[in-house]
C-alpha cells in the first residue's frame, strides 16, 4: 500500500512507471479483478511479442480498445478515454462501494496528453492509419480512435455499401405511384401527414430505405404495402421479384413471420400476391457455416433476391450487418426495419441508432418533397416547415420514422412512460409510475424480497387481480389441467396441448438488466423456481422437469434451432404405455418440434431473461427487475425496451429510485463512426 500511495504523490508518466514488469503486473492485476478478459490480456501479450519495443501507452491503448470491443464499441476515442480514464474499463465511480481500489486508469493515466499518446502510437510498426495489415488502425482528428483491424474493415466496408446504394435513389417518381399508393391507403386524407404512405414511396424510390419506430407504429404492416407495391410495379414490367425476409433471431422470426400473414391477408384488389410471408433467420439466410465466422453467401457467391428486408435491425451488430451487405447482389434492394431507441446489438455497433440519429428531425430535401408530392403525400412539407428541419444528407432521404403508436395509446400508462423515458424526464417518469394507472405497478421490495415477490412470480403480483396481468401460476395450470388423455405423441390433442402451453407461458415474463447476483438472470431464476415449487406448481427435483422453461444461448443447425428460441419440457407419451421427457419448441411456419432434453446442449432455465435477450418478444404483462446499486448497463435504453416489451401491463421491481433516475439519464454511447463516413463524401 506504501508502494501505491508513493506512485500516487508523483505527477509521473505513464512509459516511466509502466514499463518492463510492472505493466504487466498492473494488467494481471485488473484481469483478477474482472476488470479486463483475458481475451484483452492475451492481446496485449501478443502486440508486446510482435513489437518488443513498443511503449506501455500502447499497450494500454490496445487492452481498452479490446476492452470497449467486448463492451459493444467499435473503436476507442482516445479524447473520451483521457477525459475520464476509468470509464474504458467500466469502473464504477470512485468510492461507490466505499473503497479505494488501486491502479485505476484514473489514477495511471493523469499524466499523459493526447499528442504524447498519439505519439506513442504513430512510432510502432503494430499501428497504421488506414488499409494496410497492421493488427491497430489509427484514426487522428476529432475525436481521434484506434481500432483493431477487423473493426476498421467492417466500418469502412459499410459505410461504402450504403453509401453506394443512395447513389441509386430515383430523382422522379413513376407514372402511376400515386395511384398505387392510394389502393394501398384507401380513404387516406391527403392532406394529412401519413408516415406510412411516405415509407412506402420512399422504399420504392432507391435501393437502400428504413423504416424506424416504437411498437405499434406500423413497420410490419408498412413493409407489407411495399412489398405489395414493388411487386406490383415488377409485374406491369412482366417479373416478379425474388423477396427474402430475415430477422435477427427466431423469436424475431416467428414474431414477424405471423404479423406478415394477418398483413398479407388484409391486402385487397389481389395486391398481395406474390408477397412473401415466410421469414428466415439472418443466420440462415446467410448460411451459416457451424464453428465459423464465414457464411455460404457472401460477395462471390449472393443471395439469389431482388429484395431483402430484416426486422428488428437494431439488434443487428457491425460484423452481421457487414456479411449482409456482402451477400447482397449488385442491384438488390435492401429495406430495414426497426425501432432506434431500443437497446443496440449484444455484440459490438449500434448500426440502426448510428443511421436513424436524426431521424426525428426528419431532414428532407427539396427533391425528396416534391418526391412526397407526386406520391400523394403533400402533408411532409408542411410538417416538415412547422416541426422538422430541411437538409440535403442523402441518407436522411430514405429513412422515414413512423410517429403514431396504434398500440399504445395517448391515455396508455405504457406509451407514455415509455415516451417519458425516452425523453430523459425523470419527473415525468416518477408521475406516470405513480399515477395509478391500471396498466402500470411499481414494487419496491425492502429486505424481504421474497415476501413481496411472491405474489408478483405466481399471480402477477399487485396486477393479479386484472384481465391481462398474468404470473406464471397461468401456464402450469394450463400445463396440467388441459394435458390430453391419448396414447401416442402423434395424436394432434398433444400439438394443440403443447401450443396452449407455450402461449400461456409467453403471456408473461421477468426481464433482468444483469446476468449475475440476487437482482439478475440467475439468482432471479432460482428465486422463481423455489416460489413455484413451494407453491406446489413444479417439482425441481432433478435439472430436467415437466414445466421447465428454457431458451437456447446458441445456435443448433443439427436441431433447426437457433439462439433465443424458447422451449419447455413436458411430460408426453413415450410410445409404451409411459411418460417420457420432450421438450417442445414452436417455429416459425407454426409448426412444433419435440426434443429430448439430451440433445440440448446449452440451454438455461428462462423464467427471467436480460431485457437484451427479449428484444423482438412481446409479453402482455412484463416486470423488469432492476438492481440496487449503480451498474453502467443501466441506460435509457435498456429501461425503453424493458417497459416496451409489454402489451397489456408492465410491473417494475424498483429496490432503489435512484438508479431508474440514472438509467433515464444515462443514453447508450458506442464509439463509431459509421454515420460520419456515410455522410463525409
Known sequence: MDKIEGLQDDLFTVEADLSGARLWEVLERWHSQG????????????????DKAAPAELILAAVFCSHQLGRGHICLDLDATLSDPDAALSLPPEGAYGEQLPDRPSELLGGLTLNAWLESLSGSALVQQGAGNSPLVLHQGRPSRLYLRRQW????????????RLLL????????????????????????????RLACALGARGRFGIITGGPGTGKTTTVVRLLALLQTQARDEGRTLRIRLAAPTGKAAARLTESISRAVNSLTDGMGE????????????????????????????????????????????????????????????????????QLASVEAGAVLGDLCQQAQQGGY??????????????????WQQ??????????????????????????????????????????AVESILLGGSAELALLEPGGDQQRLLKPLLLDGGVLGRRRGAPGYRAYLEQLHASKPNAGELTDPAWERWGKEVLEAFSQFRILCALRKGPW?????????????????????????????????????????????????????PDGEGGKVLRVVFPLP????????????????????????????????HTAMVLPPGPNPVLTRELIYTGITRASDCFTLVLPSRARLYEAVATRVHRASALRERILEH
Open 153 to 164: 474493415h467492417y466500418e469502412i466496408a459499410v459505410a461504402d455499401f450504403i453509401r453506394q
Open 169 to 196: 435513389t430515383g430523382e422522379t417518381a413513376p407514372s402511376g405511384l400515386a395511384e398505387k399508393l392510394d389502393l394501398l391507403f384507401p380513404g387516406s386524407d391527403p392532406e394529412t401527414m401519413d408516415w406510412q
Open 589 to 620: 411456419d407454426g409448426g412444433l418440434k419435440w426434443v429430448l432434453p439430451s440433445r440440448l446442449q446449452n440451454v438455461e432455465t428462462v423464467f427471467a431473461m436480460t431485457v437484451h435477450k427479449s428484444q423482438g418478444s412481446e409479453f402482455a
Open 386 to 427: 412547422s416541426e422538422g428541419e430541411a437538409g440535403e444528407q442523402p441518407l436522411a432521404q430514405q429513412i422515414v420514422m413512423l410517429r403514431h403508436s396504434h398500440r399504445f395509446g395517448a391515455d396508455s400508462g405504457i406509451g407514455r412512460l415509455a415516451r417519458a423515458v425516452n425523453e430523459g424526464d425523470s419527473t
Open 365 to 382: 430535401s427539396k427533391g425528396t418533397l416534391e418526391w412526397a408530392v407526386a406520391a400523394g403525400c403533400p402533408g411532409l412539407g408542411q
Open 520 to 572: 439478475g438472470v440467475e439468482g432471479q431464476n432460482e428465486s422463481i423456481e423455489q416460489a413455484l415449487a413451494g407453491a406446489g406448481l413444479i417439482v425441481p427435483d432433478t435439472l430436467w422437469y415437466e414445466g421447465r422453461p428454457v431458451i437456447l444461448t446458441r445456435n443448433d443447425y443439427s436441431l433447426g434451432l437457433m439462439n433465443g428460441d424458447i422451449g419447455i419440457c413436458l411430460a408426453v
Open 274 to 341: 406474390d408477397v412473401p410471408t415466410e421469414v428466415s433467420t439472418l443466420h440462415r439466410l446467410l448460411g451459416s457455416r457451424p464453428d465459423s465466422r464465414r457464411f455460404r453467401h457472401h460477395a462471390g457467391n449472393p443471395l439469389h433476391a431482388d429484395l431483402v428486408v430484416v426486422d428488428e435491425a437494431s439488434m443487428i451488430d457491425l460484423e452481421m450487418m457487414h456479411s449482409l451487405l456482402q451477400a447482397l447482389p449488385a442491384q438488390a434492394r435492401l429495406i430495414l426495419l426497426g425501432d432506434k431507441d
Open 35 to 50: 476488470w479486463i478478459r483475458g481475451l484483452d490480456l492475451a492481446l496485449a501479450r501478443m502486440l508486446a511479442e510482435l
